[in-house]
């Protein structure tokens, strides 16, 4: 098993990445005092390991619209029924959805209770489940209601990605993608666990410097803004990932029209994402009103539209003062 410690001072904890790892490291991170873990999870994931102390599962629907506040009602009401008190535990062993879901319910439910997440997708892994983001979503928005609750360690069980469907690899590997841009150059080179450990590594560091996202934790959300936009407008027939793949091209666009970056840079963008298998192609209708409005209502967006943009510089914010050059930009990836 190898360990990365995201250091946050007294919130500081753990990921530890391994094979047939999950049951041994979660006894080495459950809290001395706790008597219960709430294991939330999905009836598909199958995967439930046995820890020391009384356990119980809670199932949480799968896809984007199972990530409500009512699921947060529903799972704090089981749990109360069940007797979870504030100083158990609950593991969150699952994708983005599972952790973000528990990881807000744990920070909320009493106050606050210790969640330990166990990722079991590849996304998860790389990205959701580390750095303490936790939320839901509103119609008006994806992940608008949401709080920082750092867990106490992650898991990463890489053998748990064995009955990954593809799709879902590719996900993994949109936001794979994001950490080449992001600084975590030659990733692609790898193999899958020293890749995990890269985007681990670099996520960290961010997260470090920045764990409230006021500054330099913004840049995660590379290909993002675009990404939640046609994740919404589509209803969520396109998959957080393959919306991420598109948005990085989208951003190269922008970037390059701004002259932030060049032809080269844009094709560097292109051939990452080739490399990982993804598709940088806009869905074949969308309403472009709505895309803005939701461009309009992102969570960096503090005042006008923001983006988050490669450059001279690297990866970074920039308000974009002329709309028209989004929709200058979607036409060139049409
Ligand atoms: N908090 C953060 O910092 C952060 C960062 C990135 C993404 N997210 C969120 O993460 C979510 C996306 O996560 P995701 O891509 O992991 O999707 P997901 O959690 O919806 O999982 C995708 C599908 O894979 C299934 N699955 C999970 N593990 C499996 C396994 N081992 N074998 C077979 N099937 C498995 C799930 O049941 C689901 O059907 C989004 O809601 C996104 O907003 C959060």
């Known amino acids: ?17 391994g094979t047939e790892c999950l049951a041994q ?34 199932h949480i629907g799968d896809g984007e619209n199972a990530k409500t506040l009512k699921t947060i009602e529903d799972l704090c009401s089981e749990w109360a029924q069940w007797g979870l008190t504030r ?3 609950v593991i969150a062993i699952g994708g983005g959805l599972v952790t973000d879901v528990a990881g807000f319910a744990s920070a909320v ?6 969640v330990i997440h166990a990722p079991t997708t590849l996304l998860g892994m790389v990205d959701a489940a580390i750095g303490g983001k936790t939320a839901v ?11 920082f609750w750092q867990p106490a360690g992650v898991i990463c069980d890489v053998s748990s990605l064995s009955s990954l469907p593809e799709r879902e690899w590719r996900c993994g590997y949109g936001e794979v993608a994001k950490y080449h841009f992001l600084g975590a150059k030659d990733l692609h080179k790898l193999s899958l666990t020293e890749q995990i450990m890269g985007c681990i590594q670099l996520k960290a560091e961010i997260v470090r410097e ?24 589509k209803d969520f027939s396109l998959a957080h990932g393959e919306a991420v793949a598109i948005g990085i091209r989208y951003a190269a666009e922008i970037a390059r029209i701004l002259g932030r970056i060049d032809q080269e840079r844009v094709e560097e963008h292109e051939e990452i994402l080739a490399h990982y298998g993804l598709s940088f192609t806009l869905p074949s209708s969308f309403d472009w009103d709505r895309i803005v409005s939701f461009f309009q209502r992102d969570k960096k967006a503090l005042e006008g539209i923001s983006f988050v943009l490669d450059g001279p510089n690297g990866v970074e914010v920039v308000k974009i003062e002329n709309q ?11």
Do not use: C, W
């Not at 706790?34 to 994931?45: E, G, H, L, M, S």
């Not at 439910?109 to 210790?114: C, L, P």
């Not at 028209?324 to 990836?333: F, H, P, R």
């Open 1 to 17: 098993m190898k360990q990365i410690q995201v250091e946050l001072g007294e919130r500081s904890y753990p990921v530890i990445i």
């Open 25 to 58: 490291a979660l006894d080495s991170l459950l809290p001395k005092q706790a008597k219960r873990a709430a294991i939330v999870t999905q009836p598909n994931i199958g995967i439930t390991p046995a820890t020391s102390i009384e356990q119980e599962t809670f």
């Open 87 to 89: 100083t158990d535990v």
């Open 109 to 114: 439910y009493h106050r606050g209770v210790k």
């Open 137 to 147: 979503n509103l119609e008006e928005g994806k992940n608008l209601v949401g709080s």
């Open 210 to 233: 920045d764990e409230r996202e006021t500054g330099r934790r913004a840049i995660l959300n590379y290909g993002h803004t675009l990404a939640h936009a046609l994740e919404m407008e």
């Open 324 to 334: 028209e050059i989004l929709k200058e930009a979607m036409e060139a990836l049409k």
